[in-house]
Structure formats: C-alpha cells, structure tokens
C-alpha cells in the first residue's frame, strides 16, 4: 500500500472523531506558512513569547507557598529553568494574537499570564505522576522526583503543584476559563487510563491511540490557549480558532515525541529512548510499521513482555517506513494548526505560532 494509500486509510478511521481537514494533498512541512504575514519579523518566535515570560519559574515557586523543607524542595525541583517552556511560550503568543485580533492591542492582561503559569504547573505535576507510573529513573538530564524522594512522596508533590495550579485558576474569577482548565486535569487522567489498554481492531487501535495523544498531551496545549481567547476576546469564533490550534500542534507534538523515541539518543532526549516499548506502548511508529509486519500484532497484544519483543519491534519499526509515517501525520496535524491560526488578523504573535508548528516538525528533543 502506498505512503498517502496508508495514511489516507488509516485517517478515515478517526477524521470525524478529530476533525483532520481532507482537503490538503501531500506538502512538505517548510510550505506551512500563511499567505498573509505581519509586517513585523521575529528570528526566533520563542524569544517573542520569552518576553512575557520573564520570572516565570520564580513566579511559579512562589505560588507554591510550602512551609515543609522536603516538600518545597520535591515541588520545586523541575521548576529550575532548565525545562523548554513550550507551553507557556504557546499560550502567551496566543493572547497577545487574539487580543490584536479583537481590538488591534497586543497588550496582555495579568490574568491572561497567568494561565500560562498554571499551564506550565499542570503539565509539570503530570510529569511527577507519569514518572510514578512508568517508574522513571531520569528526566531532563536528571533523576526523576520519585527516585530521588520515593514514589509515595512524588504522588504528593504532583498532587500539591496541581492543587497550588487549581488555587491559581480560582483566582482568575472567570467561572468560563476555570471550567476549560479543569478539563485539563480530567483529560490527563482518562488519557492515563487509555494508556493502560490496547485495542485488537487496527483502526480502533489508531483512534485509541490518537484519543490518548490528545488526552495526555494536546488537551492541555488546547484547552489553555482557549481559556486566554476567552480572557481577551468575546467571539467564540476566537475561542474556537485558539482550541483547534493547539488540539493540533498538540498532537503532533505528541507525534514528533514518539518519533524521536525512535531516532534520538538519550542524551538528545535528557531521557531514556525506546522507553514506550519498554513500557508496552504501541505508538504511531509502531502501528505504522504493523502494517507492513503483522507479525507485531502479537507483540502489541502482549504489550512486548516477552523476552526479545522490544528489540524486536524496534528492528521492525526501523525497517518499516513507520517513522516516516508519522512523520508526515504530524505534518498532516500542523498543516491543520496553521490553517486555523491563519483566521486571525495578522500580528507577529500570530506569525510566531505559525513559526512554530513548523518547528514542531524539526525538533530533535
């Protein structure tokens, strides 16, 4: 079956569930850009979004106001600076756009800040738990919370940075963006949930698949840049434009991720590759290259727990054009991200999103 064939299969299964436009035809990434740009150009879109960012880890630690030693030094232990911000950056970039979009002023509200904050603070709480999970011994060139202190101890520091999150969110006084933030939380979970199962049907198994990519890392992406259009910006078509957006760039983040599990070193990643085999997850790379070697079919089922199996997949997978097939999925889910960020009037905000979803294809960690 051919490159677009596979794809083009394979999408059928879950375009109504998520919303992949059929339009496009095959273009490489760099064709991202929209027709009409800003006058005002930036080198580098994440130093754009830096700039609202100032202090933001300080900001943070100070919204973790823990009186005990131990756990103030737990819950403060990712928020050293060295993280890539990725999320807040997003989140800013897409305030200052929807504000210049509603009423031609790229000025960002406090409130509209702080969801970037509480972004950043979610999505560290759920690395503290995902390490419990998957018993992780390192993370960001470090060892994890729950090797350090224990997993006990780091189910608690997760638990405190995301109740010092929903405190934040209260403060907003916006019953709207609460509501959308804490959808956030609810999705992490369910999207944990679905990590544990596995579907038989290779069509169920690709919508599982894509349904866990959003839960466990778009929805917060989504979800975040909503709740600043709506802090900013009264039109629901606004709203809408910021959510599919991040859904977008979100997933194929989560696309790229598994991806590099494939293609780069530890070291690049600041964790160990190959991790997903290891933990009996069967993602995009995998499920692509199933097409090519059924025999993985077992292996899937059997979450690879059988001596040899997590080599054996990774040579399968390396054989296949499984990488590349994601790949271009990604691109697929970026294309769709600059189509909807393209609606708003142009700002260097918005160009820088754009920028973005282009980068997101090219990282390599």
């Known amino acids: ?48 979004g830096w700039r609202d960012l100032k202090g933001l880890y300080e900001d ?44 031609n002023s790229r000025d960002m509200q406090a409130s509209q800040r702080t969801i970037a904050l509480i972004a950043e603070m979610i999505h560290t709480a759920s690395l503290v738990h995902d390490d419990v999970i ?51 939380i609810e999705d992490l979970v369910r999207g944990e949930f679905l990590q544990l199962g596995s579907k038989e049907n290779e069509n169920e198994r690709f919508a599982h698949y894509l349904e866990k990519s959003f839960k466990k890392t778009a929805s ?32 194929a983040f989560q696309l790229i991720d598994d991806v590099l599990d494939f293609t780069s070193c530890s070291v690049q990643m600041g964790k160990p590759t190959s991790t997903d085999l290891k933990l009996g997850l069967a993602t995009g790379p995998v499920l692509f290259a199933c097409q090519q070697f059924p025999e993985m079919n077992a292996m899937i089922m059997r979450r ?16 296949s054009d499984g990488v590349q097939q994601t790949t271009y999925l990604a691109q697929r889910y970026c294309h769709e991200a600059v189509r909807e960020i393209s609606k708003l009037r142009p700002s260097p905000e918005r160009d820088a999103l754009i920028q973005i979803s282009e980068r997101v294809l090219t990282r390599d960690k």
């Not at 756990?71 to 990725?86: N, R, V």
Request: glycine share 6%; proline share 3%; net charge positive.
């Open 60 to 103: 943070i630690r100070k919204e973790l106001l823990i009186s005990t030693t131990e756990l103030k030094e737990m819950s403060e232990y990712y928020f050293d600076g060295k993280g890539k911000a990725f999320r807040p950056i997003i989140v800013v970039l897409m305030a200052r756009a929807c504000n210049s979009h509603h009423n």
């Open 220 to 251: 917060l992406i989504a979800n975040s840049c909503k709740a600043v259009s709506v802090l900013g910006c009264p039109d629901p078509e606004v709203h809408e434009i910021a959510y599919q957006y991040g859904k977008n760039l979100g997933i």
């Open 304 to 319: 690879f727990s059988l001596p040899g199996d997590v080599d054996k997949a990774r040579q399968y997978v390396l054989q």
């Open 134 to 184: 998957d018993d992780a011994s390192s993370r960001r060139g470090k060892h994890t919370v729950n090797k350090i202190w224990g997993e006990k101890k780091a189910v608690l520091a997760g638990d405190l940075i995301l109740s010092a999150a929903s405190i934040a969110m209260a403060r907003t006084g916006n019953a709207t963006v609460i509501s959308i933030l804490t959808q956030v």
């Open 1 to 48: 079956m051919s490159l677009f064939n596979l794809v083009k299969s394979v999408r059928s299964a879950f375009s109504n569930v998520y919303g992949i436009s059929r339009s496009h035809h095959m273009t490489s990434a760099v064709s991202c850009h929209s027709e009409t740009q800003s006058s005002e150009k930036y080198t580098d879109p994440f130093k754009l």
